[in-house]
């Protein structure tokens, strides 16, 4: 079965300051898809990053990184030079490349303080 | 921009009363789906439908029916509202991308928070 562990239910972070939310996965797929999404406390669920399974390099987006370690099964996301807007619940998630859904992780709550 | 439009962002309804949850999405996607969102659990999948009146099961269908007549609307219906559904709800939507990719990045709309008295 398909598992997305998000351990830190919840983080600290000063402005400026890098930090890592941790997502390990569990799979017997060769092929899919990881995801991050940001959640703030508006509600609505926006994308971040993604990473395929087959990708060699680690996925980028502006500020954010996905740290990929596959032999590992996990797919950290790190937000450098945080900001207080930052603030938000993260979620880990992925999809297997022959499937619809998406399987979620339980979030981690990061908090950004100056 | 892709746009997912949920029929209200707070609800209040009473147990035992029907509750309809209204999604739309404007970009013509095949895929839609229903979930739940609870402190401490994430987002479950409560159903989703791949195209115009097909749907299949998440993982916690129970007390729970959709309906998709229409490709761009996605019902979630609570014939009998209990307490015990009171939570988040969020729809999305995605369309699979050619050549097979695993990327599908799912669209959120704003969520809807259900309160059942």
């Known amino acids: 079965a398909q598992k997305i562990t998000q351990t830190q239910p919840g983080m600290f972070v000063q402005e400026k300051e ?3 939310l941790d997502c390990t996965y569990d799979t017997s797929d060769q092929s899919y898809g990881l995801f ?4 703030p406390s508006s509600g609505e ?3 971040l990053i993604y990473q395929g399974s087959y990708d060699e390099q680690n996925a980028t987006e502006g500020r ?4 990929f370690q596959k032999a590992r099964k996990s797919a950290n996301l790190v937000i450098s030079a945080s900001q207080l807007g930052d603030s938000a619940m993260y979620f880990c998630a992925m999809r297997a490349h022959n499937t619809d859904k998406l399987i979620f992780g339980t979030g981690t709550r990061l908090q950004v303080f100056p | 921009d892709v746009k997912v439009t949920q029929s209200s ?3 209040v309804k009473r147990t035992g009363e029907k509750v309809f949850l209204e999604c739309v999405q404007d970009m013509d996607h095949e895929n839609m789906f229903w979930y739940r969102q609870d402190p401490g659990l994430g987002l479950r999948l409560i159903y989703f439908s791949y195209d115009v009146k097909m749907k299949e099961k998440g ?3 129970e007390g729970y029916s959709v309906s998709r007549e229409k490709k761009e609307r996605f019902s979630l219906i609570l014939e009998s509202a209990s307490t015990n559904q009171t939570s988040m709800y969020l729809c999305a939507s995605f369309s699979y991308l050619p050549g097979g990719s695993s990327y599908n990045e799912q669209f959120f ?3 809807t928070r259900l309160t059942v008295l």
């Open chain 2, 109 to 111: 709309g704003p969520g």
């Open chain 1, 45 to 47: 669920m926006i994308f």
């Open chain 1, 64 to 67: 954010y990184s996905l740290n």
């Open chain 1, 18 to 20: 890098a930090v890592t």
């Open chain 2, 9 to 11: 962002r707070y609800l």
């Open chain 2, 59 to 61: 993982d916690i269908p």
């Open chain 1, 36 to 39: 991050w999404y940001k959640q």
